[in-house]
């Protein structure tokens, strides 16, 4: 009997600088990662959470822009487009009255093929971002399916969220971060990143797939956690539930990591 197909390539995590309230220097690191990540040979690239005005930043009452019109996710679409690559990234997403938290995935072509809205949002969040209703973001590409959620989503109770899209198909998880430490964080006695690996690895090892989170560098602006350095420590998690890749602490890097997918 034929073994299936196995479809192999590069994952590329872009641990960029995201300032509050910056989105148009915030782009253009984006849209440098993603040339990058496809200079480099990655077909997926994945960027972080709200990348545009920055998580919790109350910037995003004024300068969220609507889904699929804004400005900033039409030139995320032409950098997917131009460097032929699937784009993952966080954005704020204005709809009438409401912010969300979203997420989109866009293929080669740069067109959108998947919209996340965040549904586990911290409370610290709520202030700013409305709450998504469910996880149906799976969908089949060349490379296989891929699904997206959305950071404080992967720690739905029982790995909920995440359990949804390995149940819907999804063969990689792609999940925009923000991930933050205290001021006082001492790297060197508590390395982060544990918790991520434990939530990733669960679900990973029990169904047999992967999940990556890239998360963001710089300092969040607003609310309870104003003053809290965004780590990076970005992770790839295989189906054997251990980590594959990881990106350094408090540092722009671009993370690659092979990817292989069963046809």
Known sequence: ????????????????L??????????ARAIAAIEDAACNGAEVVLLPEVLDCGWCDRSALELAQPFPTGSRLTQLRQAARLHEIHVCAGLTERDDDRIFNSAVLLNPSGDVI????????LAIGKE???TGRSAEA????????????????????GEALTRSLAGKGAQLILSPCAWAVAPDHDQQKEPYGSLW????GRVAREHGIWIAGASNIGEIRHGNWAGHPCVG?????????????????REEEIVYTTISLAG
């Open 1 to 16: 009997m034929p073994r299936p197909q196995t479809k192999t390539f590069d994952l590329a995590l872009a641990q960029i």
């Open 18 to 27: 995201v300032e509050g309230g910056r989105p148009d220097a915030n782009l």
């Open 114 to 121: 998947l919209t996340h809205r965040k549904v586990n949002e």
């Open 128 to 130: 700013i971002y409305s």
């Open 138 to 157: 799976v969908c089949e590409t060349h490379l296989g399916a891929l699904g997206v959620m959305i950071c404080s989503d992967g720690f739905f109770p």
């Open 197 to 200: 690996h434990d939530v990733y």
């Open 233 to 249: 420590c970005s992770i790839v998690v295989g189906p054997e539930g251990q980590v594959q890749a990881r990106g350094a602490y």
